[in-house]
T-cell receptor, first 113, second 115 residues
Framework: GESVGLHLPTLSVQEGDNSIINCAYSNSASDYFIWYKQESGKGPQFIIDIRSNMDKRQGQRVTVLLNKTVKHLSLQIAATQPGDSAVYFCAENSGGSNYKLTFGKGTLLTVNP | EADIYQTPRYLVIGTGKKITLECSQTMGHDKMYWYQQDPGMELHLIHYSYGVNSTEKGDLSSESTVSRIRTEHFPLTLESARPSHTSQYLC??????????????FGPGTRLTVL
C-alpha cells in the first residue's frame, strides 16, 4: 500500500548547525509534498511545500529537496535555533481529485544550546 | 496564523458519555478534515468533507461521526465514549484551486481522555 516514512525518528543538533530531516515515500503518483512542524500541545504548522515538477524549493532558512528517482524528500534547516525544536512530519498527496494527505512518522528534532 | 478553531482544547470524561468536538474555520475553505493522533505518532485521517452535506470516512476506522451543514463548521461526535477513544483529535481545512497545492491548515487540537 501507499506509505510515507521517515528514516530517523530523532535528531539532536547543536544550535547554529544545519539540520537535515529525511523522508521516504512509496507512491510514485504523488505530485505534492508538504513539511509540517508540530510543537508540543499544538497542531501541525506548515513549513514548506513542493510540487513534483520541482526538485528544490527554498524558504526562509529552510530548503526542501525532492528526488523522484528514489522517492525521497528532505528538509534542510539552516542555522538551527532552539525554537526549531519540534516534531517534523512529511506528507504527500497523490493528486487528481484526491485532496487527502498521507502523513509519515515524525522526526523529533532537539536543538541543544 | 490559520483561522481554524477547536473546542474544547482538553476534555476528560467518563465512559459512555456522548461528546461533540467542535471545529470552525473562517477562511471559507470548502474542504475539512479530522485526524486522530496518539502522542509522538503520525496523523491518521478519520473523516473528511469536500463541501456542505458531503462527508466521507477516512483511512483509519473510527466510531465517531461527523456532519457538514455549514461551510465553516465540521463537528465530530462520539455517541458513547470509551477509553480506547483517548487521543488527540486535530481538525484541518484546505481550499481547492490553488494550482495543485493542497496545503491543509490545522487547528490546535482537542486532547480527549476517557476514563
Amino acid at each position: 500500500g501507499e506509505s510515507v516514512g521517515l528514516h530517523l525518528p530523532t535528531l539532536s543538533v547543536q544550535e547554529g548547525d544545519n539540520s537535515i530531516i529525511n523522508c521516504a515515500y512509496s507512491n510514485s503518483a504523488s505530485d505534492y509534498f508538504i513539511w509540517y512542524k508540530q510543537e508540543s500541545g499544538k497542531g501541525p504548522q506548515f513549513i514548506i511545500d513542493i510540487r513534483s515538477n520541482m526538485d528544490k524549493r527554498q524558504g526562509q532558512r529552510v530548503t526542501v529537496l525532492l528526488n523522484k528517482t528514489v522517492k525521497h524528500l528532505s528538509l534542510q534547516i539552516a542555522a538551527t535555533q532552539p525554537g526549531d525544536s519540534a516534531v517534523y512530519f512529511c506528507a504527500e498527496n497523490s493528486g487528481g481529485s484526491n485532496y487527502k494527505l498521507t502523513f509519515g512518522k515524525g522526526t523529533l528534532l532537539t536543538v541543544n544550546p | 496564523e490559520a483561522d481554524i478553531y477547536q473546542t474544547p482544547r482538553y476534555l476528560v470524561i467518563g465512559t459512555g458519555k456522548k461528546i461533540t468536538l467542535e471545529c470552525s474555520q473562517t477562511m471559507g475553505h470548502d474542504k475539512m478534515y479530522w485526524y486522530q493522533q496518539d502522542p509522538g505518532m503520525e496523523l491518521h485521517l478519520i473523516h473528511y468533507s469536500y463541501g456542505v452535506n458531503s462527508t466521507e470516512k477516512g483511512d483509519l476506522s473510527s466510531e465517531s461521526t461527523v456532519s457538514r451543514i455549514r461551510t465553516e463548521h465540521f463537528p465530530l461526535t462520539l455517541e458513547s465514549a470509551r477509553p480506547s477513544h483517548t487521543s488527540q483529535y486535530l481538525c484541518a481545512s484546505s481550499e481547492s484551486g490553488r494550482g495543485g497545492r493542497n496545503e491543509q491548515f490545522f487547528g490546535p487540537g482537542t486532547r480527549l481522555t476517557v476514563l
